[in-house]
């Protein structure tokens, strides 16, 4: 027989644990017994022990109210040290009782961080908090330090039937005690039952939930359970009178304001009449619209495809992962981003959802041509010298054909007013190709792409 | 006559019960002891301090600073046009009563929002100088949760980061329309702009490694009104996702449209849609954290809504029942997140006892909490469901009694 001085020191059990294991001592040859019948053995032995495997569900289990969790556990250890790898079957019915007890445990310790009630009173030294709890395991002792941490500038007492916690700077324990010892009421309690009252939804009513979570065995320590009933009986009568009462007529006209699209004269203008624009059902689920940026005065502009991922969120154009490949190409030849206008032939994302991830997915004709009179009307705002189309979608958006870039890739095209347009690839397909000759070819075809419309700008 | 401090307190929380959203999770560890000074603590696990008889966890307080309003939204019970009694408290007010109840262990932090007043911006100032006042006068470690108001100017919004634990803008409505005609002033894009930068500025401090690094909040949420519009399930779900993927989203909330005092002509009143409610989070939580995609979850609708009798997850597998029974010694885990009654930690544990041996029912039935849902999709060596995976009668027999629903989703 092992009798253990607290019901609640699962540092003590190990010890004599590992004594026993040390001597051989099967597990029916042991009988524990927590604090009832103090000193009787105290003289039993306690052996240092390594750390256990599983030590933490041991732990909690051994804080349990039952009486057979001393044995429980032992057999376990016991178990454990004979059988490699026992721990790891889940479904041993050992480990599945004892499972239970740590989830009883762990549910009893998460209840009292709750619902542990602080009332206010004065002593010697001055303000003290202090709190009346009954908890169902043995819990207080394991959980003093989550109070500890959290309340560090106050002084506390939480008392309990078995148990009472006393903090000064530094957790003290005492002897347990009784309601009595702590005051029925704080000042501050009735402001609490308000707020309770009032966050209470009455067309929501549900007692079996409510109770399923906050069963009444804990009423009697909370002090907002009191409106509880009257809460409950009012409620219905509530929710009915909020249907019935008559409703109030809106303020304002719900007619939307009209969609002007008045000439815009500059790109301020351009941007805020875009920010509305509904011409096709991309708006609808892209974060923005994403338009053009650089200097009103450009020379150059590039038009890419559309905005991606990075781009709809951060609402500037040719920042993501082509983007980079598209800063590191004018890098190389010399070519200032600063002093460029980049823009994209659609301007809202597309995307379809794979679990939680948004792919790209490439714009369709129709939505291509609704956006290309914005496109357009960017190029009448910033007159660029040379235009850049990168990939088919955005020659389709400057041409409104359907031309192949492979053909008219690295040739100069007249368009009005004495534009001229060159056609490259999309920074995206470099990304995209897997073959290294490939793709070392098409880099160098970009490079001189860019070299030639630069220098076609600065002409 | 002046209100009381009480009134102003039940009309501020009156106020700001319709949003769903109660977690206190997930936050940065910290705590007073630790720090040296002031209280409160934040252990990355939620607590639900108190239910209140709808069964809704209360983790946090939950108030607005005023609830004076100059939008109209239709389903808002703050909306200019409600003739409900008016009021604010200063912020000075609201972090004292904060701490006040903190200190009581009433609750986990403080969760504040407000009704627009002057402009956005000095809204969202009003909401700041709250959580200021709290962690640098009372030096408060608990949980803040402060809502976005979704037109401020992006730097109010990294200031409000970096003093809360976690942000929100909600989308309130599943699609664009429903918005324009029942909040004519908001509007989807500066929503989903505003969650861009959230997002943005939450990565952006993830990725710092630097040791100056300051301390932002770790997630964002939202919350969407259930059954105010004509949104079908699946177009809800497809928002959800489409939120989740784009802007990293720790929850949606889905909140059933409920009666409100003063009501508005603008919309039905009927009792709210709870069971609709309660599928759409337990559809939510497939995709969240089961695998699925949306697109299956739409399939598993009825013309676009969820069976109301029947989880989502057991409607999906009755609509896909070639794909059962799954041998339980054998699936991989996707598949045995797909099994009806099987959820992550029994998956789990079910792959790790059968490396010790082939299961038997026996053993399948200590590792689950109930049977009943999983039998006619598995096979184990002394089990096979034989030809009830093809009865006509199945469904029927999947059917729970009838009984209150729970599971209001917190912490």
Known sequence: MIALERPDDPEAFFEHAAALLAEGIAPEHVSWSGGESADLFAAATRAPRAKWRGEKLFAAALLHRAENRFSLVYRALWRAARAKGWLGNPADPDLCALRKLEGEVRRDSHKMRALVRFREIRDAEGERFIAWYEPSHFTLRANADFFAHRFANMRWSIVTPDLSAHYDGEVRFAPGGSRRDVPAEDARDEDWRTYYAAIFNPARLNLAAMQSHLPKKFWRNLPEARVIPTLARAAQNRAEAMIAAPPTAPRFSRASAPQTEAAATDLADLRAQLACCEKCPLHREATQVVCGAGPLNAQLMIVAEQPGDHEDLAGSPLIGPAGKIFDEALRRTGCDREKIYVTNAVKHFKFTLKGKRRIHAKPGAGEIDACSSWLHREIEIVRPKVIVAMGATALRGLTGQILAVRESRGKMFDLAEDRRLLTTTHPAYLLRLQDEQEKRLAWRAFLSDLAQAHAMAQA | ?411
């Open chain 2, 1 to 411: 006559m002046p209100l009381h401090f009480s009134q102003k307190l039940a009309i501020l929380a009156d106020a700001a019960k319709y949003d769903a959203s109660c977690a206190s999770s997930g936050g940065q560890k910290r705590d007073s002891l630790r720090t040296g000074k002031g209280v409160g603590s934040v252990t990355g696990a939620g607590i639900c301090h108190s239910f209140t008889p709808d069964g809704r966890c209360v983790s946090l307080l939950k108030i607005l600073l005023t609830n004076y309003c100059m939008y109209d939204c239709a389903f808002c019970v703050n909306r200019v046009s409600s003739n409900v009694p008016r009021t604010r408290f200063t912020p000075a007010e609201a972090a004292q009563l904060t701490v006040d109840f903190y200190r009581r262990n009433y609750i986990e932090g403080l969760f504040l929002s407000s009704g627009i007043i002057r402009s956005p911006d000095a809204t969202m100032e009003q909401l700041i100088e709250t959580a200021r006042l709290l962690r640098e006068e009372h030096a408060f470690h608990g949980y803040i949760h402060l809502k976005t108001i979704a037109d401020a100017d992006p730097a109010l919004i990294s200031r409000a980061g970096e003093l809360a634990d976690r942000l929100s803008v909600n989308i309130e409505l599943p699609q664009e329309a429903s918005l324009k005609t029942l909040a004519p002033e908001k509007r989807m894009s500066t929503i989903r702009r505003s969650m861009a930068t959230i997002r943005g500025e939450i990565d952006g401090h993830a990725q710092d490694k630097s040791a100056r690094k300051k301390r932002f909040a770790t997630g964002q949420s939202t919350q969407m009104i259930v059954g105010a519009d004509s949104a079908d399930d699946t177009a809800i779900l497809r928002t959800s996702a489409a939120l989740y993927g784009g802007y990293s989203l720790r929850r949606v909330y889905y909140s059933a449209f409920s009666p409100i005092p003063d009501a508005s002509a603008a919309l039905p009143l009927r009792a709210p849609p709870l069971q609709r409610e309660h599928r759409l989070y337990q559809a939510d939580w497939l995709l969240r954290n089961y695998g699925f995609d949306v697109e299956e979850l739409a399939q598993a609708t009825d013309g676009g809504m969820l069976d109301l009798d029947l989880d989502p997850k057991t409607s999906w597998a009755l609509k896909n029942r070639a794909l059962f029974p799954v041998d339980i010694n054998r699936a991989p885990r996707e598949m045995l997140l797909r099994v009806p009654g099987l959820g992550v930690r029994v998956a789990d544990r079910v792959i790790a006892a059968r490396r010790h041996g082939a299961l038997r029912l026996d053993d399948v039935s200590r590792l689950a909490s109930s049977l009943r849902r999983i039998l006619p999709f598995i096979t184990a060596p002394d089990w096979s469901p034989g030809a009830t995976l093809d009865s006509e009668r199945l469904k029927q027999k999947l059917r729970p009694a009838p009984r209150q629903l729970d599971l209001f989703p917190c912490a």
